[in-house]
């Protein structure tokens, strides 16, 4: 029948003018109900929509679903954790109930600290939670116990709990995976995050280069000193002025050095009067400073209130 279904398909594409359905070869199937539907259609066109119906449910409806036997099975293992009080359910549920995912985040960390899981019937809907909103994540290993994992394994629709090298989550999930992933890592061990920075840098995209770089702010210091210039040079207008933006922030940076030299010769206070509302700052960039500079200073005039 799917050879039927094809040949249909070629019909539709130059019409049965050109494509007679009599010189088609139809399955014995379709070719039983043709001459019924032949005595019925007014024309070929209409023939050629019953036979198409015909066949598109035909497909279908012969569809075996798969026997339980061939389904690998087990049952899932015993908990090992205590599951939260009922008092605790309570509130759960009405956190569920108004879809307050960062309250969510907050509750499924309380869990994971206190080395609680939460009750089997809300494991499925936390799973689907999960693939909406990936702050989630890294508590439902911890916070669904084994029931958790012992249905992601059973559902194709939570892969993403499955059991995968960080370096693999880093290199194939999602942007926003990513971001999750490295500011974690960022968290307990920045010599790794600008490894993993590093390793895909060259294949990424100019906004995913930004958001990448932008989880490096937290815990800056002079071991990022050499990474950061390197990002000088980018191409990305952003990625440069992030860049700066990070070298100014680290203590002793050769870039703060050359800035904190500079900056004085740049900025004149200039005052008409003796009223020090009508006094102002006036900055003094030539053209020929070093980019970083110029994109520095500009970021900070734009921004600043003065």
Not at 165 to 184: P, Q, S
Request: glycine letters at 4%; hydrophobic letters at 40%; proline letters at 4%.
């Amino acid at each position: 029948m799917i050879e039927d279904w094809l040949q249909l398909q070629k019909v539709s594409l130059f019409g049965t003018a050109k494509e007679s359905l009599d010189k088609l070869s139809f399955s014995d199937t379709l070719s039983g109900f043709r001459e019924n539907v032949k005595r019925k259609a007014k024309n070929p066109e209409e023939e050629f929509f019953f036979l198409c119906a015909l066949s598109l449910n035909y497909i279908n409806a012969g569809k075996e679903f798969p026997k339980m036997s061939e389904i690998p099975y087990k049952e899932a293992e015993p908990e090992t954790k205590a599951i939260i009080s009922a008092e605790k359910t309570s509130i759960l549920q009405k956190i569920l109930s108004h879809d307050f995912a960062d309250v969510l985040q907050f509750f499924l960390s309380a869990c994971v600290n206190t080395k609680e899981i939460i009750p089997p019937e809300f494991v499925p809907r936390l799973l689907d939670y999960g693939k909406k909103f990936i702050e989630l994540r890294k508590y439902l290993p911890d916070s669904t116990g084994k029931r958790g994992e012992w249905l992601v394994s059973l559902n194709p629709d939570w892969d993403y709990l499955s059991p995968k090298t960080e370096k693999e989550a880093w290199e194939e999930g999602k942007t926003a995976e990513r971001v999750e992933l490295l500011k974690n890592v960022r968290e307990r061990d920045a010599a790794l995050s600008r490894e993993y920075l590093l390793s895909t840098w060259k294949e990424e995209n100019a906004a995913n280069r930004t958001a990448f770089l932008l989880c490096m702010r937290q815990g800056l210091s002079p071991d990022d000193e050499k990474m950061l210039e390197s990002f000088l040079s980018d191409k990305s207008d952003r990625v440069r002025s992030i860049a700066v933006d990070f070298l100014v922030r680290i203590k002793d940076s050769k870039l703060r050095s050359k800035l904190s030299a500079y900056i004085p010769s740049c900025i004149k206070f200039k005052g008409s009067g003796k009223l020090l509302s009508s006094a102002s700052l006036e900055f003094n960039i030539k053209k020929k400073q070093e980019r970083c500079f110029r994109i520095w200073a500009l970021n900070w005039i734009r921004t600043s209130k003065v």
